[in-house]
């Protein structure tokens, strides 16, 4: 077994002076594990949270150079962890070896485009406005603009990607390229992960000589509260539930100092499938959102949970076939027994709605999710019933048909926000629904064509995001690298001598980055 | 006198169904302008947000170019109003004829500044990651990203500029320029200016042929509330005072769906005054300082309200000379009776306070301000004393003489943030205190030299921004052009055929604005 200490990570040292301890479990088996973890106490999320507040001045003026050298380095050593490990984390979650490893895979790439974007340098969004002393009827100042990081940024790791939205996933990447320090909150279901992965960043710190306490990480149940409500905390990440997210958001708010908070929380992902697409292929759709639906459990917060389609026998027969497809699908086991009570719930209380039909699927049982299909009348997304508009979180979809186009848009309209909505269309159903395009834009983050939506690419044009519940703020996205936006902030300098200036603003731009100077982009 | 219909403005048409009358002040006198504004019913607040999201699917997907034309054609309506507009802004604000008309200009300017963002075209912040669909061991999907308006967004004018930040004034523009439908609830304070703007705005909206709804307006109090709970509304923009900025962050923190808010509230605007500055033009500073503090009756957010020195002979000097100079000041007329009630108000708490004395001022009393400078030992910053963390809104300041400079850094280090501050310095001064410019930094929006805060450029490298309680969100600016990043979000498009991509995202670029295309800047 791995040495895995269980201690909480404050200022790159070790600290556990509580008395709670916690266990992390076999997810397949249920057993505990054999760490214990000790959950911090109240003055250790404050140490932490000082900790970061401590390192935020040195590390947000860093050369970005020298913290995409960091983000490297801890790609390094993310790639580097061994086999015990891909086989402590299958354990801890149940997803199996191979996700693991892709899943890693992602997760070090995306510290290395948070690296590829420092060293662009468009992040700082320089600008630059010269003096115009002989302006009439009064003289322009010298202003230039830059934007820094916030400051300590508190993220929350999702249950459901143990490595690209946790310890070492997105919103640390981005805060820590944002130059925010960073106090990880670790998700109970997989804290011996967290450990492995806190202690693979705290290398790469060493390494590349980082102040201590850039970044900290604590356990424990509640200690998220405290967390958040930290006055040296300027911002949160958070992956998981709308009720979670919710509740953080309202802390935030009500703190003597409000802060923004960005929780990427429920999405139904909305699948549309169009007439033509149907009767050109039809079968090949079917087999292709089953495996969508299915996927890692059903457990990607894009996981297609409404498909929609207009009356016709092919849409009929699409139903059928899904219906019989996801029948044939197994059982899986879940990431944890949370998760997997939460699936039941939702199962239940679709089964219990009057106008909801089950197409497919076993009464749940034992510790494995069965997947399912169901049929809803569009009468209730129209009437606004709460049950279709909060995702059934794993591997579950909901079939709406609509009339015709004209119902398919109130439809479209009755949705809340969504992550992502996908097309399915041949060039000419898009043509002919074109028109939706511009709901779409306003419901979602993402508009997909003739794909499925779990694949999410971390890349600089990526939206992962989108109008509440989706998330919590829409302006923003947790994965890509326009993520780092949602922690920097601009400020402003007036007429101050060239040799105190920032290096991004300075008159040589001795970092070469791209410049809007007096209206112009200049290089 | 001019005509004046007082109705609300509902979607290109005026509605006054409600029976509660109101009325402003001739600012001088006191007396009723003989004007009824007829408060907007519930129904109306509900009509104008309707009218506004009817407005956004047309307005938000214009053209920028067309949105360009209306914002142009807003500055040339506000221009061309005559000597009888300035003079109702002069009587209801008792602000002289030569600021509103310097207002006035201000304000078109940074409509017709917004228009050229608009043309320029890097607010869509486009982003194109082509295909890679030999990519191992996944081929990677073409997406595209670029920025949409929010949606309707409520704006609150300021007081204190009846133009500038109010009706036409930056929430308006940066939020017409986003795409974003308007309503605007009229200050209290200034209600028939408020309507020829208004007018001015509906004429050119007509002339430019933009959807009825793009711009609305209400009276009244107490409507306020209910437009930032509107379901329709997606953002607000506020200026005024911490306690309103904050009431209304609470309220649309609370909604169903929170919103973001923009408000603009509090900052007293540190003044750092350096020793060899002193030394070589200390009488100079002085003059300075004080025109900085009556102008506009210090009713400016950005008034210098703190201004701190180090114990010196010179510095001595230096404030006894401040004092003299603050005590020859004339008593002005402030914009209304409330603003002078709370200036009062102000004025009473340093008096009270034991550790505060009144180096000039005369005893407030009658209606107008009267200039005021104090003095307050560094413990009361240092004990995190709230007196001296809100600003005073009006003609005075306080001084601040700290022992040496690390008690400089311990009393900055305890100021809340701030919109500015100001360093006033010779160049080795500045050398010395350059390591006060972190700290400066993780304060402010914007650090000056050598200059004083209460001018604020609108151009593209101005942040009128900052760390609360200077504003409710630090990571954005109320003026100048990265204003309009506030209503704007990011959607993208996986995918999606050439044909149907917006214009911003097509393979031909046929908009021609600068895109970062495979993490490459391209034009």
Request: hydrophobic share 45%; net charge negative; glycine share 8%.
């Amino acid at each position: 077994m791995p040495d895995i200490l269980g201690h909480n990570y404050i200022g790159g040292a070790r600290s556990a002076t509580g008395s709670v301890t916690l266990h992390s479990h076999d997810a397949t088996t249920g057993e505990a594990l054999p760490y214990a973890f000790i959950q911090a106490t109240p003055e250790e999320v404050d140490a932490a949270a000082h900790a970061a507040a401590a390192a935020y001045p040195t590390f947000r003026n860093l050369p970005a150079t020298r913290r995409a050298e960091f983000l490297e380095a801890i790609a390094a050593q993310l790639d580097a962890l061994g086999a015990d490990f891909v086989a402590l984390v299958t354990r801890e979650t149940a997803l199996p070896g191979a996700r693991i490893q892709g899943e890693r895979a992602r997760t070090s790439g995306q510290m290395r485009l948070f690296a590829q974007v420092l060293r662009r340098g468009d992040f700082y969004a320089a600008r630059i406005d010269h003096a115009l002393p002989e302006r009439q009827p009064l003289p322009r100042v010298d202003l230039r603009q830059y934007r820094i990081g916030v400051g300590p940024v508190a993220v929350f790791g999702a249950s459901n990607f143990p490595l690209a939205f946790s310890t070492a996933g997105g919103d640390t990447a981005a805060a820590l390229a944002a130059g925010c320090p960073v106090v990880f909150k670790a998700h109970s279901g997989h804290m011996a992960t967290a450990a492995f992965v806190a202690d693979a960043i705290l290398r790469a710190a060493e390494q590349t000589d980082m102040p201590k306490g850039v970044f900290n990480m604590i356990y424990g149940a509640g200690v998220g509260e405290a967390l958040v409500k930290h006055p040296a905390i300027q911002a949160v990440g958070f992956t998981g539930s709308l009720k979670g997210g919710r509740a953080l958001c309202d802390m935030a708010a009500a703190r003597p100092q409000p802060i923004p908070v960005f929780a990427e929380m429920s999405s139904i992902n909305p699948v549309l499938v169009l007439p033509e697409a149907l009767r050109v292929r039809g079968e090949h759709i079917a087999r292709e959102l089953v495996a969508s639906v299915v996927q890692g459990c059903g457990q990607f917060c894009t996981n297609p949970g409404l498909v929609i389609g207009i009356h016709s026998p092919e849409f009929t027969a699409f139903t059928a076939l899904l219906a019989t497809l996801m029948s044939e699908q197994p059982a899986q086991t879940m990431l944890n027994v949370g998760t997997l009570r939460s699936y039941e719930r939702g199962v239940s209380a679709l089964l219990d709605h009057p106008h909801v039909t089950r197409l497919a699927g076993q009464t749940q049982h034992g510790n494995q999710a069965q997947p399912q299909v169901f049929k809803a009348a569009a009468s209730v997304l129209l009437k606004g019933d709460p049950l279709l508009q909060e995702e059934v979180f794993g591997p579950a979809t909901v079939i709406v048909e609509v009339a015709d186009k004209a119902e398919l848009q109130r439809v479209l309209n009755s949705l809340h926000g969504q992550l992502t909505a996908t097309l399915i269309g041949e060039a000419q159903d898009l043509q002919a629904h074109s028109d939706l395009l511009v709901l779409l834009e306003q419901k979602v983050g993402r508009v997909l064509f003739n794909g499925y939506p779990t694949g999410v690419e971390v890349c600089d044009a990526m939206v992962h995001g989108g109008p509440y519940p989706a998330t919590s703020d829409a302006r923003g996205t947790s994965v890509g690298s326009l993520a780092i936006e949602r922690f920097l902030r601009p400020v402003c300098y007036q007429n101050c001598p060239d040799a105190l200036l920032p290096d991004a603003l300075k008159n040589a731009n001795p970092l070469g980055i791209a410049r809007l100077v007096d209206g112009r982009m200049t290089h």
